[in-house]
């Protein structure tokens, strides 16, 4: 498998800096994966090359704790990522008719981005907002009580600023 | 300390103070002045206490009432009615229903709060607050006047089990690992709150830190140990940002560092933050997530109080649990004791979701029966409907139909119901849910989540979900009954651990009350609830219909034809069962067959 890479001096800022914040041990090594991933928007190649280095952990190890937790991308993600609460609280107040409206505007099925790189939608575990489902969250912004009529509205919101 | 007889406090969220809550507030200290009332009442600063909708909203203790959508012009008026002439001020009174956020609510009569007891009444970035109402109080008693060994016998008493779902007596785990050799021990915190529908925990982070870290301390005496963890899941930022401040503040304080509390006894603490793997939950993945190895459980025994982090003893015990014990060491182990059944002592917090009236977070006193619980605490089921099912237990939990549901809350009732306590998500279902379907979303789930490492789990839960899939898309067959009781018993039996053990229950609890539906799906090809799109379709009543045309013009495959003001025909073969026009239609023509 090959993954991406990007600038070499936009990667090594970003591991400099979460690596400085949490220091160079193996303990530390998931929230400075969480700080390049989000940082970054997702873990290129020269990242985990970068960490591997400067941590002493072996690129498998790297590779194997990256690909396990959910909120590390080792692909590129779109400009915009919509996640989609898929649990059960959301699931039973009408989750399945706004994610079926999910599929059908943004033209891409799970974990794909569209080919505009405008869009990634990706499916999350439980929220802990189950009292305003179903959910969804574009960026940082969170969407509750989510009608799936509204979702063309709310994605026009990102399509027209052009953020 | 200066005694108020009341205090108000304002909102000042960043909604309220944009609709003046500055301004109020000196109001208020203004008139309170003028009315001579300065030295009786109190006015305070508080985080969002509503839905802030009609700020500046405020609350007044001990009364508890909620005020909003008033003017600066009004307050003279609610500080003459309310603390002259003792009356609510009705006008601007926020009935409890629009008064409370959607999540925790005023308590109802059948509750009890313990845990939650503090949430969304002070301010969780404020140390202050948490120790006005004895925050930290239990830590002093414990440090000062109680040898480790007495801190253990008082939670032994209380009967505090773990609220992680278990039921693990908390004081034996404890005693485990007081009892363990080595010096290095550590103290955990299971925040990694994964359940789709349960938000207790977060709630009690977010809204009253303090409780946690001075439970995980008082267990960190009782122990041994010098060091903790805090893991909390990624999905929950503002509840690791809130912990951060807290543990800053608690050390800026002394509760935390070198001779807490001017004892010899030190202790500090630590946030480790998660990255999306419900399996996090489980003990010994956790600690494997915390030495930045992939989250895989591993077998036990050795259990975590003899080899734990780093191999060393350690207590892992959940955000709930920890939230107890200041409050038994405070107040006593009789008075938690008082609460709850003989073998579950004191209150659980439960997330109540689904098709129930208020859902939100409740805490009751163990005992109650699951009817108080849906229909007392909760409300009855939402726009009236029947009632079907209710699960307990999160995805490993059952499914409970009507006939269970005078069975009391505990941990033992809901086992031998075939059910679970769980970490306390509550998920009620009205008469219009599918249960296959909803054990095929389960199975979904724990499939997705699970790690991988054991073959029964692994492999396992992708058969089960295979057969639920066949039969929710019409291809079940004859057997398919008897392979999953098959399935499910290998997999309880052979999994590694709680995840893959638990992983059958909504399967298994469903044969078990709902059987008959299965069977309709695979024998009759129908699906009695009208869910699973396979086994419906959508019909246009002739003599309903108006000819509008609006179905057939969002219908995404034109599977909708008919004249102007003549009744529509959908065809079967074409449509795709997307229920858009069932939607759209204002004159409810539409129906499932």
Redesign the interface.
């Known amino acids: 498998m090959t993954i991406a890479t990007i600038d070499g001096k936009v990667v090594l800022e970003a591991v400099n800096k979460a690596v400085e914040e949490h220091g160079a041990t193996?303990?530390?090594?998931?929230?400075i994966?969480?700080d390049v991933n989000r940082t970054l928007g997702y873990l290129p190649a020269n990242a985990l090359d970068e960490i591997s280095r400067r941590l002493r952990?072996p690129k498998s190890?790297l590779f194997?704790?990256s690909s396990?937790?959910?909120?590390?991308s080792t692909k590129p993600r779109g400009k915009h990522v919509v996640q989609f609460c898929?649990?059960?609280?959301?699931?039973?107040?009408g989750g399945r008719?706004v994610w079926?409206s999910l599929l059908?505007h943004l033209k891409i099925g799970p974990g794909e981005t569209s080919p505009d790189g405008n869009w990634t939608l990706i499916t999350?575990?439980?929220?802990?907002?189950?009292?305003?489902?179903p959910v969804i969250i574009i960026d940082d912004d969170i969407y509750g009580n989510v009608a799936?009529?509204q979702i063309a509205e709310i994605l026009a919101r990102y399509s027209e600023t052009g953020e | 300390m200066k005694y108020y007889r009341s205090h108000v406090l304002v909102c000042v969220d960043p909604d309220c103070l944009r609709k003046g809550a500055h301004e109020a507030l000196d109001a208020f200290q203004d008139e309170l002045v003028a009315q001579g009332l300065i030295d009786e009442v109190q006015v305070l600063e508080t985080s969002r206490i509503g839905a802030c909708s009609q700020g500046p909203e405020m609350m007044v203790y001990p009364e508890g009432v909620h005020y909003a959508g008033y003017t600066v012009d009004d307050i003279p008026f609610i500080v003459e009615e309310h603390f002259l002439k003792g009356r609510v001020a009705k006008k601007f009174e926020l009935a409890a229903e629009k008064a409370i956020d959607e999540e925790l609510s005023a308590p109802t009569p059948k509750e009890v709060r313990v845990v939650l007891r503090n949430c969304g009444r002070i301010d969780p970035e404020n140390i202050e607050d948490y120790i006005a109402e004895d925050g930290y109080m239990g830590l002093a008693k414990a440090l000062t006047e109680m040898t480790p060994e007495q801190v253990i016998d008082e939670v032994l008493a209380s009967g505090l089990r773990g609220r992680g779902g278990a039921g693990f007596p908390t004081a034996k785990k404890w005693q485990f690992c007081r009892a363990s050799a080595g010096t290095e021990k550590y103290v955990i915190c299971n925040a990694d709150e994964g359940d789709p529908g349960a938000f207790m925990n977060r709630r009690v982070l977010e809204g009253d830190p303090h409780a946690v870290i001075e439970g995980m301390i008082i267990a960190a005496y009782a122990i041994g140990a010098s060091q903790g963890y805090i893991y909390c899941r990624a999905e929950y930022p503002i509840a690791v940002q809130t912990l951060n401040i807290a543990i800053e503040q608690a050390r800026a304080m002394g509760f935390l560092g070198q001779n807490i509390l001017g004892t010899d006894f030190s202790f500090d603490l630590e946030v480790r933050m998660g990255a999306g793997a419900f399996v996090c939950g489980e003990e010994t993945a956790l600690m494997a997530s915390i030495e930045g190895k992939r989250g895989e459980p591993r077998p036990r025994p050795p259990f975590p109080a003899v080899s734990g982090l780093w191999a060393k003893p350690s207590n892992v015990n959940n955000v709930e649990t920890y939230a107890n014990v200041p409050q038994i060491i405070t107040n006593g182990a009789a008075w938690y004791a008082g609460f709850g059944t003989e073998k579950s002592k004191g209150t659980k917090t439960f997330a109540l979701a689904g098709d129930v009236k208020h859902t939100g977070l409740i805490e009751v006193p163990f005992g109650l029966s699951l009817r108080e619980v849906v229909f007392d605490v909760g409300g009855g089921i939402k726009d009236d409907k029947g009632f079907k099912a209710i699960q307990t237990g999160g995805p490993m939990g059952g499914c409970l139909p009507e006939a269970y549901l005078d069975l009391p809350v505990d941990y033992e009732s809901l086992t031998a119901a075939g059910s679970m306590m769980g970490s306390g998500g509550l998920v009620v279902m009205d008469d219009e849910t599918c249960m296959v379907d909803i054990a095929r979303f389960f199975m979904e789930f724990t499939q997705e989540e699970s790690c991988g490492k054991c073959t029964p789990c692994r492999v396992g839960t992708k058969r089960i979900l295979e057969i639920l899939d066949r039969i929710c898309g019409g291809e079940g067959r004859e057997g398919d009954i008897e392979m999953l009781e098959t399935l499910c018993e290998q997999i309880k039996q052979d999994s590694l651990c709680g995840l893959g053990q638990g992983a059958p229950t909504p399967v298994v609890s469903t044969l078990k009350h709902f059987r008959e539906e299965y069977e309709i799906h695979i024998r009759e090809k129908r699906c009695p609830a009208k869910v699973c799109k396979a086994l419906i379709r959508y019909e246009i009543l002739p003599d309903v219909c108006t000819g509008c045309t609006v179905c057939a013009r969002n219908c995404p495959t034109g599977a909708i034809t008919g004249e102007r003001r003549q009744a529509h025909v959908i065809d079967v073969d074409t449509c795709v069962r997307c229920g858009i026009c069932m939607q759209v239609c204002n004159f409810n023509a539409i129906v499932i067959r």
């Open positions: 193996i303990d530390e090594l998931i929230p994966l969480n952990v190890q194997s704790v396990f937790y959910r909120m590390f898929e649990s059960a609280p959301c699931h039973v107040v008719q079926a059908d999350t575990s439980c929220l802990g907002v189950c009292g305003v489902g799936p009529d």
